[in-house]
């Protein structure tokens, strides 16, 4: 029972903790990732190695970003790609839409993207009136249930079998036989087959472009993305343009840590890399193929604190050992990036004052940070935000007074002591049994968790009192 | 100002001119000194050992036969196996054609529902058990993707040891439309996890190690 989009952060949060349907979905999944990677790194020793190289190399193109952009465009041009620029997402849509339009698409597939979510393609699509079928298997889950991703690489992980099977009974012709997922498997297997031989078009994202040959490259182990880019007349690519690496060894250095860290496999079953259009003579793929650059903010983090967030491979690690995801799960954080990752990119996409609880929404545990495969110091840079959200005044005024009043407090010792000792007895007031499970003004910290009731005199005043004998 | 222009100036005005190019190469190449330091060892001492190795691990059957000569008996010893019929998708490779295929009859193209493929691979690697594919006039992509079984052939002599050996030989010049690295039947996690084969490419994988060089 997700709340709707609209609401507001604390409320999708609320709604998504008293599902317990869901708690057991988002367990079941993260529970497993994190078991397959630390098996997968265990098995692989120069980890560490592999990781600081990884963050050097996404540094290293960050560092030279205009260069490599131009060698990309001037190499996928050579090889018969038309290459477009998109400075935000409306740019982004208008793109591919006009291209769809142009080509007078009527049914159009798509391999999935996060960054197609981002800048919002299945709108766009929907409203120029033009069929989208969602291929990747989860994205076709939720594309039944019309809902959007919840998870970057498990985009349909809150979804149980049995609600599956329910979409599946409604939304297959002829509806599978069974509800174990090999059946259901099976199932969309055959309805999207059609549907692949018969688009004229094919999306696909792109997980890395290889500036020296021009080339875009997709992972994927369903196979989905290959059969959505050969068999249309014309192949789409919308990328952000943080994917950029020098070459393919470069990008092979960055799969390795991608795979075990996504699913803790050590390699995709399918990795493609796509350049240019159909050669003479070929025996099948599309006649045209399109890349479209997306910049959505990206070179403003590049020059502001948020740099090393565009080190990001999407690989979900983050999201998977976060404390905070797996109590609510990807869709209470609103945005289409959820998680650690999510709460540092959702203010830059939607704005601060829009998503302003998000970098709140974090114990500062840190384990994002250490699962990271490319080093981003995700708690750093959620700090970040709340300090900013602090700068610019969108903190709400009970927040902005009660801190201010702390911050008056704690910089004159002498008030500080004499507020403790005032306090003191009657925070005691309220403890039962050692622990205080009702305060007023603080439901918000009491409704989840009981304080322990304090101690009868502050540490100052202990202090003191120990000190004294001895002088 | 179109947005090529936007996009390039904001970061021009973030990062300044730039290093010349034959700088920023040199940096990047360095980026790769001393693979070894940050890349898994190989499974098995020899290259066809570690390849079927992670093949294997992978859902990926393995036969072996000592040349090309032999390929059909070992396609229909797969195929009997399967309970699969004769008939099979073949690409249109003329080392194929050029067989004596008896009782199997072998056709180009791929049907939707094709029930068995075979290829050739163009390398094997043998870090990840990963099967190279390369598109052409002699090798339809979807001859990989549509039937639900894909036999491959693989010459021991081809296999490359790591990921960058073959990202070697794919400069501008030299890379096809699609490159491929195979690595397993497919697969998908999505509904709960549990994994099931055969998502939208083969649910079976078979690779036939040719011995020979030849």
């Keep these: 029972m997700t709340a709707p989009l609209k609401a507001p952060f604390k ?6 903790l008293a599902d317990p349907v869901l708690k057991i979905a988002i367990d079941r999944t993260t529970g497993n990732a994190e078991r397959k990677r630390a098996a997968a790194l265990a098995a692989f020793p120069e980890y560490e190695s592999a990781r600081a190289r990884g963050q050097a190399i996404k540094d290293h193109v960050t560092a030279h970003l205009g260069h490599y952009l131009e060698l990309f465009e001037r190499n996928a041009t050579a090889r018969g790609a038309q290459v477009h620029w998109a400075s935000d997402d409306a740019q982004a ?16 597939t798509r391999a999935k993207s996060m960054l197609g979510e981002e800048i919002g393609l299945p709108h766009a699509l929907a409203d120029a009136g033009i069929e989208r079928v969602e ?8 594309q039944l249930a019309g809902e959007a991703p919840s998870h970057i690489i498990w985009p349909a992980m809150h979804r149980t079998r ?3 099977a329910q979409l599946f009974k409604a939304g297959h012709q002829p509806p599978p036989a069974a509800e174990d997922p090999a059946t259901m498997v099976q199932s969309a297997r055959r309805v999207l087959r ?11 994202g792109a997980n890395f472009l290889v500036a020296d040959t021009g080339a875009t490259c997709t992972v994927t182990n369903e196979g989905n993305a290959e059969l959505t880019t050969t068999p249309p007349r014309i192949h789409i690519v919308t990328a952000g343009i943080e994917k950029l690496v020098p070459s393919t060894a470069h990008a092979f250095a960055l799969l390795r840590l991608l795979v075990r860290s996504a699913t803790g496999g050590e390699m995709t079953q399918y990795t493609t890399f796509h350049a240019g259009p159909k050669r003479p003579g070929d025996a099948d793929g599309p006649e045209e193929m399109h890349i479209v650059l997306v910049d959505n903010g990206r070179t403003t983090m590049l020059g502001d604190e948020f740099r090393e967030m565009l080190r990001c491979i999407r690989c979900g690690a983050c999201m998977n050992h976060c404390v905070v995801y797996r109590q609510i799960g990807g869709h209470a954080y609103g945005g289409t990036y959820p998680g650690p990752m999510g709460s540092v990119l959702t203010p830059v996409l939607d704005g601060l004052a829009a998503s302003r609880d998000l970098p709140h929404a974090c114990t500062m545990n840190g384990r994002c940070a250490e699962v990271c495969p490319v080093g981003i110091p995700l708690p750093t840079l959620l700090r970040a935000w709340r300090r900013r959200s602090w700068r610019e005044g969108l903190e709400p005024a009970p927040t902005r007074a009660g801190i201010g009043l702390w911050a008056q407090l704690a910089r004159r010792p002498r008030l500080y002591r004499l507020a403790t000792r005032i306090g003191l007895p009657v925070l005691r007031l309220f403890g039962r049994g050692g622990w205080i499970s009702r305060l007023p003004l603080a439901g918000g910290w009491t409704d989840h968790r009981d304080l322990p009731r304090p101690a009868a005199r502050s540490f100052m005043d202990e202090y003191r009192a120990r000190q004294r004998p001895r002088q | 100002m179109t947005a090529r222009d936007r996009i390039l100036s904001a970061i021009r005005a973030t990062l300044g001119p730039g290093k010349p190019p034959a700088q920023i190469a040199a940096e990047a190449a360095a980026l790769l000194d001393a693979p070894d330091a940050a890349r898994p060892r190989l499974a098995a001492p020899t290259l066809p050992e570690a390849f079927a190795l992670k093949a294997a691990a992978l859902g ?41 295929w008896q009782g199997l009859a072998p056709h180009p193209g791929s049907a939707p529902d094709e029930p068995a493929a075979l290829g050739l691979a163009l390398h094997g690697i043998a870090e990840t058990g990963s099967l190279v594919i390369h598109s052409g006039p002699d090798n339809p992509i979807l001859l990989s993707f549509l039937p639900l079984h894909h036999v491959v052939l693989l010459r021991e002599a081809t296999l490359l040891p790591y990921l960058e050996d073959y990202a070697a030989r794919l400069s501008a010049q030299a890379i096809p439309r699609n490159a491929i690295l195979i690595t397993g039947p497919s697969g998908t996690t999505d509904i709960e996890g549990s994994y099931v084969r055969g998502a939208h490419g083969p649910g079976f994988l078979h690779v036939i190690l040719i011995a020979d060089a030849g």
Excluded: N
């Design chain 1, 93 to 108: 849509r208008a793109i591919v839409t006009r291209i769809c339009l142009a080509a007078d698409a009527k049914l159009v």
């Design chain 1, 11 to 16: 409320a999708r949060a609320a709604a998504a």
């Design chain 1, 135 to 142: 291929t990747d298997l989860a994205e076709h889950i939720i």
């Design chain 2, 60 to 100: 990926t059957s393995i036969d072996r036969i000592a040349s090309l000569a032999e390929a059909p008996q070992a396609m229909a010893r797969y195929l009997d196996a399967h309970g699969l019929p004769p008939r099979f998708a073949m690409q249109p490779a003329p080392e194929l054609a050029a067989l004596d």
């Design chain 1, 162 to 164: 049995e609600q599956v």
């Design chain 1, 194 to 204: 059609e549907k692949f031989l018969s688009a004229d078009i094919g999306i696909s």
